[in-house]
């Protein structure tokens, strides 16, 4: 019986568990065994590889496309829901590292 650990995938051409790219993550390990990774969904990441779950990214970062690192919104921008937003008129944010925008004072 051929059983792989959370973090890999069988792959049928070598016959072996194959451990999950860094992006991807895979938590079963029981058959049928997964011939696949699961990409991390928006807002979470794995830097390594061979990961049974993916990790959040901290408040006013975002996941990159491939899914390996979060990035910071840029200034400007604030993140929500995984995703970095143009602050509305009348509004900024200084640093990147904020899940809101602040209100501009009066005359500036």
Known sequence: TIY???GTYFDFDSNLCVSCPAGYFSNS???????TCKK???????????????????????????R???????????????????????????IPLTDDCLTCSAGS
């Open 29 to 35: 390990t029981t058959a049928p065994f997964p011939i």
């Open 4 to 6: 792989c650990e959370a």
């Open 68 to 94: 390996t690192s979060c990035d910071n919104c840029a200034a400007g921008e604030y993140s929500s829901n995984n995703e970095c937003i143009q602050c509305e008129s009348g509004k900024y944010a200084p």
């Open 40 to 66: 991390c969904v928006a807002g979470k990441y794995t830097s390594t590889e061979g990961n049974s779950e993916c990790f959040p990214c901290t408040i006013g970062k975002f996941s990159n496309t491939e």
